[in-house]
């Protein structure tokens, strides 16, 4: 999650590494900074036993059993009560850090959903505002359960700020973002000869994953 101020990033939800934050699909998110002393302590864990544990086996995963979330709002709705309170903590996280970035951008214009789960899932937008409209966030139900390949606004009428969902194109953007690069100062500094640039910028190797 990214809070942007006057088009630049002013914090994200995640640290040094993905696993601060918000509750993944197996990442803890943020946890209590004394857990590994515990686990180690109380349970005998080692390091990376602890590593795999917060990054790979816990988050919804943990909870609920899979960390697919089609899955478990399937289960949800049949009962599992596991599945609910997973869906219940990751919302929760979700609610907690937009009152956090709320705070610190005094403002709210827009509020984006985007990526798989943000993009496909109406349930969790609506769990993620649900309570909401007092600070001017409020979805429409009809407008949250309709489906496009376009970016749509989601917003009840008349609340000021608009809820957005936007489908994702993680590879135009590494594409734009290279482009970018290959195009910039670090490329040209060395420039000579007419046709030098071109040269330049084969000598380095990119791989899109």
Same mark, same amino acid.
């Given at each position: 999650m990214a809070a942007l101020k006057k088009g630049k990033c002013i914090d994200t939800s995640m640290g040094m590494t993905p696993l601060e934050g918000l509750v993944m699909g197996t990442r803890c998110g943020d946890v209590d900074p004394a857990l590994p002393f515990f686990l180690a302590d109380h349970l005998k864990m080692s390091l990376s036993e602890i590593d795999k544990l917060l990054n790979k086996e816990s988050g919804v995963k943990g909870i609920c059993g899979t960390n697919d979330m089609r899955e478990v709002l399937e289960k949800k709705k049949a009962g599992d009560n596991l599945a609910k309170i997973a869906v219940d903590v990751y919302c929760y996280r979700i609610k907690k850090y937009i009152g956090a970035y709320l705070a610190a951008l005094e403002s709210l214009d827009g509020l984006v959903f985007t990526g798989g789960v943000g993009e496909n899932s109406p349930d969790i937008r609506h769990l993620c505002c649900k309570g909401l409209s007092k600070l001017g966030i409020e979805i429409d139900p009809q407008k949250n359960n309709e489906t496009g390949k376009e970016i749509r606004e989601i917003n009840s009428p008349d609340r000021e700020v608009k809820i957005l969902v936007v489908p994702t194109n993680e590879e135009l953007k590494i594409a734009q973002e290279t482009r970018k690069v290959i195009d910039s100062q670090l490329f040209r /500094? #060395? !420039? $000579?000869?007419? $046709?030098? /640039? #071109? /040269?330049?910028?084969? !000598?380095?190797?990119f791989l899109f994953v």
């Open positions: /500094r #060395h !420039k $000579g000869a007419k $046709g030098q /640039r #071109h /040269r330049d910028t084969i !000598k380095f190797s």
